[in-house]
């Protein structure tokens, strides 16, 4: 049995794809076990990774194509399943990569640190063509809080209620603290937001994890990156979702107020989404509710009288909705 299972979800990024897995063939450390798995590409694409596995000739990396567009919860649950017996746990996407050093480190530090459910580090980001960006870079660490960090040890619902701090892509688990949180909300599929669900699953068990500020692996921003084509709070199905995960829960102290904060966020967003959508009750009704989630609102209380006294008007300066994707998010009740 290996020491770490590496769960790579990939879709129609034949090239993409070969980098993640190079940065895999030139780790240090060596222990691990690799499933490409193809969330139903285009047949060329899926064909092409395919072969490309196959001629690695290496025992330590598979393939396997979904028989349909699962999306990252069914992915996600396809990675943890297989990864039954095995101590530590990881989701790299299709776009990044890990510097070769990435995992030895990694694994040092959770072994030291027992009582950490995971090791994060510090990204760099790169454009499509791999070149990375100092700026974008920059941008990102000061955005999540990256830079006001030391190395050591965070707590994992503060640091992701606040900051979105720590992201599902290239975060080495420890695969029991993940079934000791129940992984994700059972009811939860499709995509965006997984990493979301996750990280607040694990902070609801008091959960702490190990930050590494070294810059030890890579992230791909670019057009086609979940975060960019979902436009996230304008797409219905990922606002019903986030609202789902925020309205279930309820905490304690600061992270209770931060709770708060993002559920009147999702409420404005919900708010304006229902105006586009022709239903300007409604729309009045969410504005409401993000008023009396978070009282010091200044974006709500600004909405708040133009969906009561002009919403026709308001209407003309908003975008149009995006146009949904392959696999939108899904909140299924459950049975």
């Not at 979301?196 to 702490?208: D, P, S, T, V, Y």
């Not at 600004?302 to 149009?320: N, V």
Request: net charge neutral; proline share 5%; glycine share 6%.
């Amino acid at each position: 049995m290996p020491k770490v299972y590496i769960g790579i979800p990939t879709l129609n990024r034949k090239h993409l794809v070969r980098e993640t897995v190079e940065s895999l063939l030139n780790q240090t450390f060596t222990d691990f076990y690799v499933k490409i798995s193809d969330n139903h590409s285009k047949q060329e694409q899926s064909d092409s990774v395919a072969q490309f596995v196959r001629e690695l000739d290496d025992e330590r990396f598979h393939f396997f194509r979904q028989p349909s567009n699962c999306g990252e919860y069914g992915q996600g649950r396809y990675f943890f399943k297989e990864s039954e017996g095995v101590d530590f746990f990881m989701i790299l996407h299709d776009d990044d990569v890990l510097k070769p050093d990435y995992l030895e480190k990694a694994l040092q530090s959770l072994t030291k640190n027992t009582e950490m459910a995971f090791f994060v580090a510090n990204p760099y980001l790169m454009d499509q063509g791999g070149t990375p960006s100092e700026t974008d870079t920059e941008q990102y660490l000061r955005e999540h809080g990256r830079r006001e960090q030391n190395a050591g040890e965070i707590d994992v619902l503060t640091t992701h209620l606040a900051l979105g701090f720590t992201p599902i892509s290239g975060t080495l688990f420890r695969r029991q603290a993940l079934a000791d949180s129940g992984y994700v909300d059972p009811e939860c599929h499709g995509n965006f937001p997984f990493e979301c669900n996750i990280f607040m699953r694990l902070g609801e068990q008091g959960a702490k994890g190990w930050f590494q500020p070294e810059e030890l692996l890579g992230f791909r921003f670019h057009k086609e990156s979940l975060r960019n084509y979902l436009k996230l709070m304008d797409n219905p199905k990922v606002v019903d979702t986030m609202i789902h995960l925020f309205s279930t829960r309820k905490f304690e102290g600061e992270n209770e107020g931060r709770r708060k904060v993002v559920l009147s966020r999702l409420y404005r967003a919900k708010s304006l989404i229902q105006l586009r959508n022709g239903q300007p009750g409604e729309s009045r009704d969410f504005i409401l509710k993000a008023v009396r989630e978070n009282v010091r609102s200044l974006k709500a209380w600004l909405t708040l009288p133009a969906l009561f006294l002009a919403p026709g008007l308001f209407l003309k300066f908003l975008p149009k909705l995006p146009e949904q994707r392959t696999a939108p998010l899904l909140v299924k009740e459950p049975k």
